[in-house]
């Protein structure tokens, strides 16, 4: 490829096997473009449908959710993000009351916010 840089900045034209040469490494190079992100595209489609939570699902957690708040089990800060995540932003605002309330320990509190986020989210 150097050599072919060279001779144009000479003003001198490739020879035909140069040419053929780079016609190859650019098709290949085009190739494997196109392999990496037809991958790639499967790859953040897998991703997508894995952080897509239906409404039954996303209710069925918060179910859970509230059963772990009444008994003041321990739940972990990448649980309650992951969570976050599936939120529909419609809900978000509910969500933020819920994360302060479990962060000043009020379980009666997030109990209460976690009802509303149930209802609102079968209203939905």
Known sequence: MT??????????CPTAQQHAQLVEAMTMTQHQIR???AQDKVNNE????????????????LQ???QRVAASEYIDEGE???LSQRMPSSLQATWHSFELAIEEFDFDLAQGVLHRLMTQLNAA
């Not at 050599?3 to 900045?9: A, G, N, R």
């Open 3 to 12: 050599d072919i840089d060279t001779l144009i900045k000479q003003h001198q």
């Open 64 to 66: 859970v959710l509230t």
């Open 46 to 61: 897998g991703v997508m449908a894995m952080q897509t939570t239906s409404k039954d699902e996303l209710l069925a957690q």
């Open 35 to 37: 392999e990496y992100l």
């Open 80 to 82: 309650l993000q992951l």
